[in-house]
């Protein structure tokens, strides 16, 4: 069995002058999930002038696929999908690592 953690990357563009109210929701949803999602290991959330980058670490491909079936998951979608101009998603094991981020 691979124990090697998979990293969950997401580039999301909000629509045009719509990055504020997706920060927004984003923000109640680490809330309202933190702590409850089973392997999640850590996320952190980038952001620029026209996007951001959600970076989220599970224990292992079954656990972050159970988290993007969740309930929990799929109803944030629903509520950021209007607000979302293009959103590219993978999944991603670490090749190397330098330093401590």
Do not use: C, N
């Amino acid at each position: 069995m691979d124990t090697a953690p998979v990293i969950s990357i997401s580039v999301i563009r909000p629509k045009a002058g719509r990055l504020q109210d997706f920060m927004a929701l984003q923000l109640e949803q680490h809330q309202r999930v933190r702590g409850k999602v089973d392997g999640l290991r850590g996320a952190r959330l980038f952001r620029s002038d026209d996007g951001v980058v959600l970076i989220s670490v599970f224990d292992s491909a079954e656990q972050a696929d159970a988290f993007r079936r969740d309930p929990m998951f799929t109803d944030h979608i629903a509520r950021v999908r209007p607000l979302i101009e293009t959103s590219e998603a993978g999944a991603f094991t670490q090749a190397y690592a330098v330093g401590e981020i």
